[in-house]
């Protein structure tokens, strides 16, 4: 496909943007010193200036900017004060949300373990290159060992390179001369080499490349698959994928199917394990209706939207050079699907219109970990506040500022799969809410869109059979019905009273009728079960096999289509609960354990430990206190159900008596 020259354009006029914004004194990264000993004392020979022609993180994204201006004159593009503050807050938060994330995967005791940094739809932009210098200039970082891999059509990619290798910060791999800078067959290219502004030409020569630049087309993801697995990328080792504004330009069929393949590639192949962490700072439709809402107050809702409109109208008709601007859409077929309900002639059209429109197509294409989307406008005012960031030039614009970050949001996903492949990258861990929150603290404003994205894919093969878990969907709502029931089967022969408890379940929990009707209140794939105990403070697994899938149709997401082979053998559900309940008074939080079940025929394969293992990580996630327990109740008689708790270390808290059925409770100290 032919990628437009408004596309490339728009690169140029955003890079300029930064350029200026940085020439203002605006701080568009976080103030870090750069100066080390270890370094310096490595370098011993050389001056201080000669090692690092830079003291302060703020001077390194400056000189950087300058060195790759591709402006024919070399002079500044001066923007508006509104301008330069919008970029500001956009880069901070993108800025600060890498380092952190390097600070926590990192481990500065073991500077060997690689981070991958994959930025998308790269243009000029020189945040990537920044963050790696950071890694090796910075102690907090210990030699950070990050590869980075950008990726942009091909227009974008050739300025680039011939940017980068004009500024001196990039040195090309011995097989990359200068008579072929990229190799790769087709529209899928591929250029490696290392970047460092103290270059060391035997590095090169060892092969110590750290920079991959990829032509490739964002709109074909079998093109992209190709040409990263023409790179050495590893997915096993933890990876930050960043996109600023790149998912809202591939809206060319008017139904968002280009950025949907897109994101469903990144969530299988580019961060399919939970310690790594999709990062997209792209448009959202805001204040669009009152259970969705981006603002707080109804009242200013109107306006918000209305600016919105009209932003996003201006913006295409900006894109499409003098092509019909973009109207709000009345096409029914169209209208509203996937958050689309403004469209343009141009390919440009917000992600969606909602923050829970944009978690509900996160989910719909492969997160299965944690989500969150948050509103430009929040993150900046965290910014603010957080960082004492105030505007250095004459500036008095604050409406119209928040009314233009209304129109942005900042999307942070997880994966979903157990990185335990033995990769050797020194034990990487998931991460955690605790985590999550310091990665992305503006999230705290937002903590609500979160609250349902601990979701969990884990596959293993037992007997020649694929077992997956993974939080509950609409399609496997029925069976987790029939599982219950047919886990009680046997007792209520014997015991009445649990016909009934099983009754009220069913009409209850387990219900498939949705209890806030149409009101978007979690991701409709999973159902009116998952959205009930989200509501609780909680979340539903269950476990499917299919015996007809072999290891090769399995996705890399570990997550299997929905089709008449998925049989659930397993299910459970947690809650946040009274501590009291629990013995110990002492709990400062307690969760209990529902609806544990496995299909008779399938237990002894490990299914249950796996259910109780997702109980006890998603507990753990969610809690950063010491004093937390996982309550569990099954019938004394039931002795499957009391042998598993038992020996996945749970305690008997106490018994009690039900229509003469005998009750036993088991507690877990975490």
């Not at 103030?31 to 050389?46: R, W």
């Not at 310690?275 to 959202?284: G, K, N």
Request: hydrophobic letters at 35%; a negative charge; proline letters at 3%.
């Amino acid at each position: 496909m032919k990628v437009t020259a408004p596309v490339a354009k728009t690169a140029h006029d955003a890079i300029n943007a930064k350029v200026s914004a940085v020439h203002c004194n605006y701080k568009l990264v976080p103030e870090i010193e750069l100066l080390h000993d270890a370094l310096v004392a490595e370098q011993s020979k050389s001056s201080i200036d000669e090692v690092i022609p830079f003291t302060t993180s703020q001077n390194l994204y400056k000189d950087l900017l300058d060195k790759t201006n591709t402006n024919d004159d070399g002079k500044i593009r001066r923007q508006t004060p509104l301008v330069n503050a919008g970029y500001a807050i956009r880069v901070l938060a993108i800025s600060s949300t890498i380092l952190q994330f390097m600070k926590e995967k990192q481990g500065v005791s073991d500077p060997s373990k690689k981070i991958n940094l994959v930025l998308l739809g790269a243009g000029l932009d020189i945040m990537a290159i920044w963050a790696c210098l950071i890694g090796t200039y910075d102690t907090n970082y210990g030699g950070a060992n990050v590869q980075l891999y950008e990726v942009d059509c091909a227009e974008n990619v050739r300025a680039k390179r011939d940017a980068l290798l004009r500024s001196e910060i990039l040195s090309l791999c011995p097989a990359h001369d200068e008579e072929e800078r990229m190799s790769g067959n087709g529209d899928q290219k591929i250029m490696i080499g290392r970047i460092d502004v103290h270059r060391q030409e035997s590095d090169i020569q060892n092969g110590d490349c750290n920079y991959t630049l990829v032509s490739a087309d964002l709109r074909d993801s079998s093109g992209l698959e190709k040409a990263f697995q023409a790179t050495s990328f590893d997915s096993s080792v933890p990876t930050i994928v960043i996109s600023e504004l790149v998912l809202a330009y591939l809206n060319l069929d008017r139904k968002g199917e280009h950025t949907n393949e897109l994101l469903s590639f990144i969530s299988s192949h580019l961060c399919p394990s939970k310690d790594s962490l999709f990062l997209a700072y792209e448009p959202v439709m805001p204040g669009s209706g009152s259970s969705s809402s981006n603002v707080e107050d109804p009242k200013t809702n109107n306006v918000v939207e209305g600016y919105g409109m009209k932003f996003f109208s201006q913006f295409a008709s900006k894109l499409d050079r003098g092509n019909a601007p973009g109207e709000r859409s009345t096409d029914n077929q169209n209208d509203g699907e996937d958050g689309y309900e403004y469209t343009s002639s141009s390919s440009f059209a917000p992600v969606g219109k909602s923050s829970f429109d944009v978690i509900k197509r996160l989910r719909n294409n492969g997160f299965d970990g944690i989500v969150g989307c948050t509103t430009a406008a929040k993150a900046g005012r965290y910014i603010a506040e957080s960082k004492s960031v105030q505007p250095p030039e004459l500036f008095d614009e604050y409406a119209a500022l928040r009314l233009h970050l209304c129109c942005y949001s900042i999307i942070c996903a997880t994966g979903g799969r157990d990185n335990d492949n033995g990769n050797g990258n020194g034990g990487s861990t998931s991460l955690d809410a605790k985590e999550w929150m310091v990665i992305c603290p503006w999230l705290q404003v937002d903590s609500e869109s979160y609250k349902r994205g601990s979701g969990r894919t884990f596959s293993r093969e037992v007997d020649g059979t694929r077992l997956t878990l993974t939080s509950i969907k609409c399609e496997h709502q029925e069976q987790v019905r029939s599982l219950f029931k047919e886990s009680y089967a046997d007792l209520m022969e014997t015991f009445p009273s649990v016909r009934k408890l099983v009754k009220a379940a069913l009409k209850s929990d387990l219900s498939v009728k949705e209890k806030f009707g149409d009101i978007a209140i979690g991701e409709s794939s999973n159902g009116a079960i998952w959205n009930h105990y989200c509501e609780s403070d909680g979340a539903f697994w269950v476990v499917t096999r299919d015996s007809t899938t072999s290891d090769a149709e399995i996705p890399c997401n570990g997550q299997q289509n929905s089709t008449n082979n998925d049989l659930v053998v397993g299910c459970v559900g947690v809650k946040k609960c009274d501590p009291s309940a629990v013995s110990n008074t002492e709990l400062s939080a307690c969760y209990e354990i529902n609806r544990l079940a496995v299909l008779t025929s399938d237990r002894g394969n490990g299914i249950g430990r796996m259910l109780l293992q997702c109980v006890e990580e998603f507990v753990r996630g969610r809690e950063t206190t010491n004093k937390v327990g996982i309550l569990a109740s099954t019938p004394k008689v039931l002795d499957v159900a009391n042998s598993l708790y038992s020996a996945n270390g749970f305690r008997i808290d106490k018994e009690s008596t039900f229509n003469s059925m005998v009750i036993r409770s088991f507690v877990k100290d975490l």
